[in-house]
């Protein structure tokens, strides 16, 4: 059964109001849509721990840089709709815009430090948009449990410091990131990529491996990155914005391998931003 979708606030409190009473857990999905097997991943995740599952759909304008980003990010609802099905989410939350920022919305929430770096440096404003939109997500729905991918790691870790410093009582839970057979991470925004963009698209996560193995190997990332770097404008890359190891849970740079290091990649092919990240 396709589940229902509820566009209003008020609709939404009403549902989690009658599952609450009856003692109901409740699990979050935030997504922007365009879904693919990756979110589908943590709605599996969330049905698999909690009695209810909201799963919510909002392309945030806040955490884009510019207009025509926003414009061009890809809008499936029917779709998205339907794949759901499959993981027996009981409820999809499709807020309109006044939902989430109504008339006179004047608050932002900024979560200092880790947002400096990596997406941070390149996107400015990106992760006050995110930490504005998902506590308000939380609290919208009420619910115990959210499901973050790790594919957004540095999202996840923001997501995590800021339900800590308010109070928010969700657990954050991080899950895997899900890939292509070739390897590629995958992200709404392959569909962005032009048939022969996408070949080339893979060559991100195999330098990224190959960068692992080295650095597993004793190497260091001043040793690494020059090479790693141009192979990667080589296969068709435009430009890097970076490649990176850091700790995993303060995101301080590294230089070579520890426990809980990630290596962490942001680069443009073809006009498209892909991003991926993996533990060393
Ligand atoms: P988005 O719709 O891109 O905002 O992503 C919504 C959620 O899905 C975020 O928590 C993402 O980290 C997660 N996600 C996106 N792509 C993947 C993937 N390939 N594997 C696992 N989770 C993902």
Redesign the pocket.
Known sequence: MIAPIERTLAGLRAQTAIWRKAGDTIGV???????????L??ARAARAACDRVIVT?FV?PK?FNNPSDLDSYPRTEQDDARKLESTGVDLIYVPSPDQIYPEGFATTVTVAGLTDMLCGATRPRHFDGVATVVPKLFLQTSADFA???????Q??QV?RRMATDLDIPVTVVG?????EEDGL?????NLLLSDRARIKAPMLAEVMQDIRAQLLNGATMAQITPDAKARILTAGFTKIDYLELRDGDDLSLLDQAKPGARLFAAAWLAGVRLIDNIAV
């Not at 499901?147 to 790691?153: A, L």
């Not at 899950?175 to 890939?179: E, G, H, K, L, Q």
């Not at 991470?185 to 925004?189: C, F, G, T």
Request: proline letters at 6%.
């Open positions: 999905v935030p997504t922007m849509g365009a879904l693919h097997q990756g979110h991943s943590l759909i945030n955490q499901f973050f991918g790790e594919k957004d790691y999202q996840l997501v899950c895997p990131t899900i890939r991470a995958m992200s709404s925004r």
